[in-house]
């Protein structure tokens, strides 16, 4: 199985002005992004804010949380993600939650 990992920029993203909320934002982006490779179950949400766990949770993707912008740790883990990281910097427990 492979899995799809999408570094989301949704504001610069040319699909994002196409849909009423960033869940249908991001399933056009897969649509339009990996052809053949996968969707739902095979795709990772990578974001810092309830709103990209939330965007995870729509289209049945795994959610990672990256606790480096302005949303805290704790309203994070309220989120519930599927792993939720300080930082991208430790390498090894950014690749563990992306391909777990």
């Keep these: ?35 053949d490779y996968g969707q739902g ?7 810092d804010t309830p709103k990209d766990i939330a965007c995870a949770r729509a289209i049945g993707a795994r959610a990672v949380a990256v606790a480096t912008g302005s ?4 309203t994070l883990l309220h989120s519930e ?6 930082s991208l910097e430790d390498h090894e427990a950014a690749f563990r939650a992306l391909f777990p």
């Design 1 to 35: 199985m492979r899995r799809v990992t999408l570094l989301l920029a949704l504001a610069a993203a040319p699909w994002a002005a196409a849909a009423d909320d960033m869940g249908s934002s991001v399933s056009i982006g897969i649509e339009r992004t990996t052809g």
């Design 81 to 86: 993600p599927d792993a939720l990281l300080d």
């Design 71 to 74: 949303v805290s740790r704790d």
């Design 41 to 47: 179950a095979d795709t990772t949400i990578i974001g």
